[in-house]
């Protein structure tokens, strides 16, 4: 299976700022997701990271806030913008093709002070 | 609207025995199920799934079960090991057409703790 790096592991960051967070897979990959954890949650889906367009956000969740880039079918990236304490969470990249399995990355926890 | 769900938040069991981790859904129009466990500190790790269409699957010591009249499924896990202790989550997927969107939808995740 492909070998996902995120980066950063973890981060503490004041209120007000945004955190850009990156999603890097081994191997060409049709399908990049972002999911969050938020404590004693379970894992929801924020968005489709789509390769040269728009990414597909789900309900509850604006690009305005969850900024999403992927410039090729390796890299993607998530920014959480003006943070607030409520975006404290596990923020988890995932890869997957057509028929297989999505595999994910070891997750960003972000902390909002 | 909580489509997927453990209601089990968490599970102990000896070394040696059967562990059963038990999901409920909600929505029939589901595709395929997934089971992911996950330790702390790092990403879910995919274990098994199943298509709507069997009702067993087997890998090694991990067996999942379905039932769709009831709409529950199960993650059996024979013999348990301490290494197994972890959260285990199962998500559910839909396909759309002949392309699978690739959404999931996840359960809250049970706490397994295998004693030596």
């Known amino acids: 299976s492909a070998v996902i790096s995120q980066k950063p592991s973890r981060d503490i960051c004041q209120r007000g700022t945004s955190l850009t967070i990156q999603c890097q897979v081994d191997s060409q990959v049709t399908m990049m997701f972002w999911y969050r954890q938020q404590p004693g949650q379970s894992l929801t889906l924020i968005a489709t990271a789509n390769q040269g367009s728009e990414a597909t956000y789900e309900s509850g969740f604006v690009i305005d806030k969850f900024p999403i880039s992927r410039p090729n079918l390796t890299f993607s990236t998530l920014t959480v913008s003006n943070m607030s304490p409520e975006d404290s969470s596990i923020y988890l990249c995932?890869?997957?093709?057509?028929?297989?399995?999505?595999?994910f990355g070891d997750g960003t926890r972000l902390s909002i002070l | 609207d909580q489509q997927v769900k453990q209601n089990s938040p968490s599970l102990s069991v000896q070394e040696g025995r059967i562990s059963i981790l038990n999901c409920d859904y909600t929505?029939?129009?589901?595709?395929?199920f997934l089971w992911y466990k996950k330790y702390p500190a790092e990403g879910p790790t995919f274990l098994i799934s199943?298509?709507?269409?069997?009702d067993k699957n087997e890998d090694g010591r991990f067996t999942v079960f379905l039932n769709k009249s009831a709409k529950h499924l199960s993650l059996h896990i024979v013999p348990s090991q301490p290494g197994d202790s972890a959260v285990y989550f199962c998500a559910a997927g839909i396909v759309v057409g002949s392309s699978n969107t690739g959404k999931l939808i996840f359960g809250q995740g049970t706490t397994l703790q295998v004693k030596p």
């Open positions: 995932s890869v997957g093709d057509q028929h297989q399995p999505q595999h």
């Open positions: 199943i298509s709507s269409i069997k």
């Open positions: 929505n029939s129009m589901f595709d395929y």
